[in-house]
């Protein structure tokens, strides 16, 4: 696999999607890892572009087949990031964006942990977060509470992550986001590392 992964993750209202999208003319190639599921398009949703949609026959000999990284059962339907397109998107050289949470960067990193950067994105208090996460009048107070909730047990694990990421000025966590994601192309797994001392020494006769 000639690619690497760059797994991010921090609360929700933090800035994830806006920070990739501002970076992302100097990143170069990526794909940005979205869930498949058996449920059913919702209006205006895409194939490949919202979720992958499949049938819960073909889930489930990709389950068998230990093509997810990880799925869970919600509302009758399965859920869960696929294997496939990561690799294929691996092989090609893509850099592969994850936003997830923190129990799925350590997932990640226990099945890919040598192609795997991370970076934990946030905004500079908890307090600027409650305040972005109401001024986006998306979800009620009930959500808003429980994405506080969340947040505080999330930041617990900042030290698990390679950076951080303070989402203070847009364009300040961008560019340092495009510093990152340029850099975890040129992490080496073990087994190049392998490669290279063996050329390395071979070389010298």
Do not use: C
């Not at 919600?74 to 998107?89: C, D, F, M, Q, R």
């Not at 946030?122 to 009620?140: F, I, M, V």
Request: proline letters at 3%.
């Amino acid at each position: 696999m000639n690619g690497a992964i760059l797994v991010l993750s921090g609360p929700s209202g933090a800035g994830k999607s806006t920070i990739i999208e501002h970076a992302s003319d100097q990143i170069g190639e990526y794909y940005f890892s979205i869930s498949t599921t058996t449920r059913p398009p919702r209006e205006g949703e895409l194939d490949g572009v919202d979720y992958y949609f499949v049938s819960r026959e073909i889930f489930e000999e990709d389950i068998k087949a230990g093509q997810f990284l990880e799925y869970a059962t919600v509302h009758n339907n399965y859920y869960g990031t696929s294997l496939k397109p990561v690799k294929e998107a691996l092989s090609e050289g893509k850099l592969v964006i994850f936003d997830i949470d923190v129990q799925g960067h350590r997932l990640v990193q226990a099945k890919m942990g040598d192609f795997v950067t991370s970076a934990f994105i946030t905004p500079p208090t908890l307090n600027e977060l409650e305040k972005r996460l109401y001024a986006r009048s998306t979800d009620n107070d009930t959500v808003i509470k429980n994405r506080i909730e969340n947040a505080k047990k999330e930041i617990q694990a900042v030290n698990e992550f390679d950076f951080v990421i303070i989402n203070d000025v847009v364009e300040i966590a961008s560019s340092k986001f495009a510093t990152i994601a340029n850099a975890s192309r040129l992490k080496k797994s073990a087994e190049e590392l392998e490669k290279l001392v063996i050329h390395w020494q071979d070389g010298s006769k």
